[in-house]
């Protein structure tokens, strides 16, 4: 992908360095969790700056407490050598930071040349000035070299222009220093050329740019400077020409502490195959074949957007197939809805649950009973005192630390996971997906969580989970599947698990990559 | 994880617990706490305001728009609206009036229904139609009001069946059968809303609709059944208005029931948002609005400042609820 030759602005060579803004020692935690721990980041100005890492491992939390959207809970964040405390992103753009946000945020119906000077419009006593935006505006084209019709509605654009109506609308507000978080995830190869040229130029005037990105090839050819992040820790800082894909996914791959992982029994070779999906095909899937045996954990790796969830709605009946089969135990399955999916004995656990997994205002009971209360009720009347009983059973069973009757907001993170999941073990599953089952939780709720599934499969249910952690993947799967774009782009056993080869495959380097 | 640390867990949530004294407690009764000094407060002002005759007006007086508010809780609950309900209750008090002469069990038949059937097709255009409720129900409204002042031609259509005029009028026990209807909808309502599992269905698909379908709820069947049901109640407390008053008019019930209908579930505790109420917050909500209607006559305070006071009830009803869900 190196064709494209890119002129590298000589800034980065001179001999004392002038940073525009620098870390020192940033922790962030959310919840129990920590996203960033005691990071220290140093940005030269007039440089591309790009922040490497997996699913959460922290760039965006990074780029959001430099645009002033997050403060930091710790540290300090120094910008043109004074220290500064954002509370909002309005005061981190008075300094010149501006981001362009991973997802578009315009106002479809209005015209481009409107959502371009939205909030920094030029105006003469109060009247919008339309001669003098018409003015910038070519003023911002020439120097993009993005020509884009000023009248049209934002809406009636495609993806790939609407990007650059976003990156007009940053470039508008006069950045010293623009944060792009995913720029190119939505875009094609061409479009991204185009991008890359405008950020070159943007570079040789002198604006600092940092840029976060899954794509390893693309920051390999933009980036000056290379931040790699893991789990919210710094893992190294190094300048684009002494990395390869290789090197940062390896830097990208790392091992939580404290973490142990129960052990499995091996899927028996006669196991009958419980779910059999064949040729799956919805908008973001791509032709995909799946199968789990009765007592076996498929994990699914993939970077976000690569169709992880999009599969799991499908098997679950939430989006239907555009085409392809899915049989569960040799029966074929029509999915018209999730209650058709749960009739036949399959159950979800969502990638959020606050808003997919639990009803926060109500209690933990009635969350619990959500699925198959009906069961323990008389002619549509609740029976008070199975339920309870029931209830009771459930939390004992995953340690749910909380009283039956308390609103589950009220319950910490780890705990509502706990919920989210129990609530499907009122009766027996045959097919259990999870989604990030233990995202965002405390160490001792994962295993909780991890225990549990490793349990009901070997009580002979089919999980499905889907994970952006390397490692539950690989402590917990008998066997690994890798989606990238919708599509199979690598599969692996419990035999030869290779977390950095996994990693790779979901950012679709070669596989067969290996280790030194 | 040891028996240890569990231990120390449930101790642990125990102990805050019981540390928090009086705050949530008066958030989740204070509005009871109200009730009972308005009582108290109308005790002492006004001699005539405990005493049977007054107590039992007031009961029947309030009674239509009680059994529209105990639909209306549950509407809410399950994250719904209904502007509709005040002409539905007008268009069955006058169909109710009109057919009245062919006998009062046929009245009051073709009353409810009529309530129903516009309910059935609110729900149809919410569920179905994927109308925003506020404009499905202001629409329909806006209809249903109308056909009521075409069948009576803005006139009153006066009532002689004294069978039918019963319902309204006839009293059991020093109470009119309306005041025994109001009790008996809230007590139905109130059982479908805790004990059932329809009930439960409601207060999930209200607080968070899309954990309610990946929970294999029938979210719209139930969205549908709410607005049915509201459709049918209103349907219900018209053809007892008429009775009440033995006439029927196309201007019944109007902006005023519906907002009164609002302000006594609002009043009560019952979240606009969805998710979160409880029928006996209605009942309570009931109780305060008569008692303040009630202090305006007993105390001879001039009307036009009852709405005013309406008004800053609600607000200050929601404000403190809004105070009492600050979560950290």
Known sequence: MS??????????????????????????????????????????????HALVGENGAGKSTLGNIISGVYAPDAGKMLVNGAEVRYRTPREAARDGIVPVAQEIKLVPQRSVIENVFLGVESSKAGFYDRRELRRRYEE???????????????????????????????????????ILDEPTAALTRKEVESLFQIV???????????????????????????????????????????????SLIEGMVGRELGLAFPARKPVEASAPVVLSARGLASQKIKDLDVEIRAGEILGVAGLMGAGRTSLARLLFG??????????LDGRELKLRSPRDAIKNGIALVPESRKEQGLVMPRS????????????????????AGAEKEKVAGLMDRLDVRGRAGDAVWKLSGGNQQKVALAKWLWTSTRLLIVDEPARGIDIGAKQAMYRLIATLADEGSAVLMISSDIEELTGLSDRVIVLRQGALSGEFDSANFEEQAIVAASFGESPTYSKE | MSTNTTEAGRVESQAVSRGVSL?????????????????????????????????????????????????????????????????????????AAKLAGDGAAV????????GMLVGAINGMLVTVGRINTFIATLSTGFIVGGLALAITNGLLISVENPTFLKLGQETFLG????????????????????????????????????????????????????????????????????SRVAFGEASAGGLNLLFNVFAIVIVGGTSMSGGEGAMWRTAVGIAILAMIGNAFVLLNLSAVYQQVFFGVIILAAVAIDAWGRVRT
């Open chain 2, 107 to 114: 009245a009051i038949l073709a009353g409810v229904l009529c």
């Open chain 1, 3 to 48: 064709q494209m030759t890119t002129e590298r602005s000589p800034s980065s060579n001179g001999a004392a360095t002038d940073v525009i803004v620098e870390l020192a020692s940033v922790s962030k935690h959310f919840g129990g969790v920590h996203a960033l721990e005691e990071v220290s980041v140093r940005v030269e100005r007039g440089t591309v």
């Open chain 1, 140 to 178: 911002l084209c020439r120097q993009t070299g993005i020509a884009m019709p000023a009248g049209t509605a934002v809406g009636e654009l495609g993806i790939g222009a609407q990007q650059q109506v976003e990156l007009l609308r940053a470039l508008a507000r006069e950045p010293k220093l623009l």
């Open chain 2, 175 to 242: 109470l009119t059968w309306g005041v025994y209807l109001m009790v008996v909808v809230l007590v139905l309502s109130g059982l479908l809303l805790h004990r059932t599992v329809l009930g439960r269905r409601i207060f999930a698909v209200g607080g968070n609709p899309e954990a309610a379908k990946l929970s294999g709820v029938p979210v719209e069947a139930v969205r549908f059944f709410s607005f049915t049901l509201m459709g049918t109640v209103a349907g219900l407390a018209g053809v007892l208005q008429t």
């Open chain 2, 23 to 95: 705050v949530p407690l008066l958030r989740e009764y204070g509005i009871v706490f109200g009730g009972i000094l308005l009582a108290i407060a109308l005790t002492i002002a006004s001699p005539q305001f405990l005493t049977g005759t007054n107590l039992s007006n007031l009961l029947d007086q309030w009674s239509p728009a009680a059994i529209m508010a105990a639909a209306l809780t549950l509407v809410l609950i399950g994250g719904g609206f209904d502007l509709s309900a005040g002409s539905v209750f007008a268009l069955a008090g006058v169909v």
């Open chain 1, 364 to 383: 933990v009971r009635e969350n619990l009973a959500l699925v198959h209360g009906a069961e323990a009720a008389h002619g549509g009347f609740i029976d």
């Open chain 1, 318 to 327: 939430v989006t239907p197939l555009k085409s392809g089969t899915i049989e």
């Open chain 1, 200 to 246: 070159n130029r943007l570079r040789d005037e002198g604006t600092t740019i940092i840029y976060v990105s899954h794509f390893l090839d693309e920051i390999l050819e933009i980036s000056d400077n290379i931040t790699v992040l893991r789990d919210g820790r710094l893992v190294r800082h190094s300048k684009a020409a002494e990395e390869t894909p290789a």
